[in-house]
């Protein structure tokens, strides 16, 4: 978590110094995503959860679909 602080203070510097100056719109998450970095870090050290959320996705998928008359595989593709 200390190396995501590290680069987060990193991102916001970089951030104020050019992105803000030339953008016409600028968006911070273009540069630093924390969550996205938090999530993969979780990922790292417990696949297996993941693999769980997305296996429960799939199968609300599958319900949804249903419901409303899609067909879906086993693997979620149409």
Not at 8 to 18: D, K, P, Q, T
């Amino acid at each position: 978590m200390g190396i995501i602080d590290e680069r987060e203070r990193l991102a916001v510097l970089a951030n104020s110094i050019a992105y803000f100056s030339n953008a016409k719109s600028p968006k911070f998450k273009k540069v630093f995503d924390r969550a996205k970095e938090e999530r993969q870090i979780e990922q790292a050290y417990k696949p297996e959860e993941a693999q769980t959320v997305k296996q429960k996705r799939i199968e609300l998928y599958s319900k949804v679909a249903a419901a409303f008359g899609g067909e879906r595989s086993d693997n979620g593709n149409i």
